[in-house]
């Protein structure tokens, strides 16, 4: 398949709003392949590079870690069936995953809640967040 007219790494990272140094980390950990190289030693890319890191970013932005962003690559390029139901298995666990953060999150609220309304009182010698903070 032929590649498009090069794109630079600038042009890559403003299409995509994926820092320089995060994209040359996705290619040494092989999310991106390694691009061609210009006569002048310079990366060039294509539309299929920016596509793939849009997903690679996305995917990130909603938490999924590498491993799970390279199994879901590696299922988008996979035609045979039963690719979708193992993607959404695997969507099925990080939303889990989402849930357990969500309520763990609701739960460090109420805590921080209640130590600033008892800061806020200064009713008491010691500080109530401090106290809150090292409680085991």
């Known amino acids: 398949m032929a590649r498009s007219p090069g794109i630079q790494i600038g042009e890559l990272s403003k299409r995509t709003g994926c820092n320089i140094e ?3 980390y996705y ?3 092989s999310l ?4 061609p190289r210009s006569a002048g030693r310079y990366r060039t890319y294509d539309n299929a590079d920016v596509r793939r890191l849009a997903f690679i970013r996305r ?7 590498l491993d799970q962003v390279r199994a879901l690559l590696a ?3 996979n035609d045979r069936q039963g690719a979708c ?3 959404r298995e695997l969507a099925a666990r990080h939303l889990g995953e989402v849930r357990a953060k969500i309520a763990d999150l609701r739960a460090l ?9 008892r800061c806020a009182a200064a009713e008491l010698s010691a500080c109530p967040i401090i106290d809150a903070l090292s409680a085991a």
């Open 109 to 117: 609220e109420r805590v921080l809640a209640d130590a600033v309304k």
């Open 75 to 77: 299922l988008s390029e």
């Open 32 to 35: 991106l392949p390694a691009p």
């Open 22 to 24: 995060t994209i040359r």
């Open 27 to 29: 290619e040494r950990i």
């Open 85 to 87: 139901t193992e993607v």
């Open 59 to 65: 995917a990130r932005e909603l938490g999924f870690t």
